[in-house]
């Protein structure tokens, strides 16, 4: 699933080429929107590199299994306004992408890495082309990778000698960036869990590996400069289910609106995902994780989970199916957290204005309309919600009429 930012959520079905997006009804109620259909992609993918661009087009290449062959190196970008997708070029002499780690950079290019090798390439939209970047120290394959506020890329190896890296955009170079306190990476499948950036300028990194009869985690404390290395320091152990170890290989997490971090997890087993899918929370404030809520149609393994943080503040969830769940967490963001907007400019002709740009401390996206902004209420206690079968934009209140609209990135 992807936000979009006009505030639609963009999914593909299961292993075919067709889309779909979900739209908020007026109120900017996801549960009471509307599902219809995209165009067509020009064959079914799974598993691949994703992003929204800055211009807010969508840009998908690779898939470890697809219509053209396995590891793909095969690409498009979907325009949202015309609805159609466009080939792109692949990175030179690359013969696979398939899964690839992924991030959308600062600039708005995207950088994506090599399965087999160190090897990372850049690709620039305004130019169409890819262009090599700094190689990692190991292949990047099954690595999470974390954009931060000073511009580096932070991940953790999953592969020997499983250490971390740090990527340091401006000087297009990657660094050690420390050993591990503990093992996170499951050795036998190559695979971590999700990582997430907290309010707190911090990061969490939930592990794949059963070590000592729990799933572990780490948190990261960035440098006071982009140059410097980061502190490791262990997290929360991920609490035993029924006795069972419980672990995050190959799954999804959400920041909440109050700083919480939603993820996935399920039961170990060796060289393999288990399930039921479950749900945790991590909580910066206490550094303690607890099981959450319950959806109904968990009973998968935990490689299918998707998640999709909304505008709302609620967060879907699929197993890959057509019954999406959404849940809502408890409580809503701290006053501190409140966006601080100092400037509103018009923009347009001396008869119309087209837009008006939001200005603040910190880069706040184009709108295309004026209005008195509001926090949307959310309720006192977690749930979740069944939605119809099947933070990129702004979103804007009209108070006198309950109205929502998004505001997408401007071209």
């Known amino acids: 699933m992807i936000l979009l930012t006009d505030g639609r959520v963009m999914a593909q079905e299961e292993a075919t080429p067709h889309w779909y997006a979900l739209a908020p009804d007026s109120t900017g109620s996801y549960l009471n929107g509307t599902w219809s259909p995209l165009a067509d992609i020009s064959f079914w993918r799974r598993y691949y590199a994703s992003g929204v661009l800055k211009d807010g087009r969508v840009i998908l290449i690779g898939g470890e299994q697809s219509g053209a062959g396995g590891d793909t190196n095969r690409g498009e970008i979907y325009d949202p306004v015309s609805d159609t997708w466009s080939p792109i070029p692949s990175p030179p002499g690359w013969s696979q992408v398939g899964d690839a ?77 420390g050993a591990l306190p503990i093992t996170l990476v499951d050795p036998v499948m190559h695979e971590i869990g999700p990582g997430m ?109 998707r998640f999709m943080l909304l505008p709302t503040g609620q967060v879907l969830f699929s197993p890959s199916s057509n019954n999406v769940q959404c849940y809502t967490p408890d409580s809503g963001p701290e006053e501190a957290w409140r966006p601080t907007i100092s400037a509103v400019t018009p923009y347009g002709t001396p008869y119309a204005t087209d837009y008006y740009l939001l200005k603040g401390p910190r880069d706040v996206q184009r709108g295309a309309y004026s209005a008195e902004m509001s926090l949307q209420a959310h309720s006192t206690c977690p749930f979740w919600s069944e939605t119809s079968k099947c933070p990129n934009s702004l979103e804007i209140m009209f108070r006198k009429t309950q109205t929502v609209i998004f505001c997408p990135a401007g071209r």
Request: some cysteine; hydrophobic content about 35%; charged content about 10%.
């Open 101 to 177: 780690s992924c991030c959308v950079l600062p600039d708005g290019r995207f950088m994506i890495g090599a399965l087999p090798s160190p090897s990372c390439v850049i690709y620039d939209p305004s130019t169409n082309s890819w262009s090599p970047a700094a190689s990692k120290a190991v292949q990047s394959n099954e690595e999470t990778w974390v954009l931060l506020p000073d511009h580096t890329i932070v991940t953790l190896q999953c592969w020997a000698p499983y250490q971390t890296e740090k990527y340091i955009i401006s000087s297009n170079t990657w660094k050690n960036e």
């Open 197 to 305: 950036l907290m309010y707190n300028g911090k990061v969490i990194f939930f592990g794949a590996a059963n070590r000592n009869g729990f799933g572990k985690t780490v948190i990261y404390t960035p440098p006071s400069s982009p140059t410097g290395t980061a502190t490791w320091t262990a997290g929360p152990d991920i609490p035993k289910v029924g006795g069972q170890t419980i672990v995050c290989n190959d799954c999804s997490a959400s920041l909440l609106p109050n700083g919480k971090v939603l993820f996935a997890a399920a039961p170990y087993q060796f060289n393999n995902w288990e399930s039921p899918i479950l749900f945790f929370e991590y909580d910066p404030a206490s550094n303690t994780i607890s099981q959450a809520l319950t959806p109904p149609n968990n009973g998968v393994q935990l490689y299918w989970n």
